[in-house]
């Protein structure tokens, strides 16, 4: 296989502590499984394995099995700890009792 038949893309991954951002040459044609799977974060994180990927390209959800093309960002989620909705309930609440409470009380 020549260099004209690979590109390079990148794989992300994030944690709130760490990030990981591993550039990788695959076959032209490959998909988003192939990269991730080239990465070596699998490998790196048996967390990664035993969960369904939700991945991007670019911030846009696709498939694992979506054909990547060179120079492509590709993103691996976390599942959401809290549902956004909740979460912005819970913060509009917490705002809430700061209004009644007054000023220079606990």
Known sequence: M???DRIRVTVVYALAQHQWEVPVAVEAGASVQAAIDRSGLLEAL???RSRVLE???FHRRCSL???VRDGDLIEIYRPLQIDPKQA???RAAA???RRRTP???P
Request: net charge positive; hydrophobic share 45%.
């Open 65 to 67: 099995d979506a054909q």
């Open 55 to 57: 991945v991007g390209i």
């Open 88 to 90: 912005r309930r819970l």
């Open 103 to 105: 000023a220079g009380r």
């Open 2 to 4: 020549s260099a004209i």
């Open 46 to 48: 048996p967390e990664l």
């Open 95 to 97: 705002k809430d009792v």
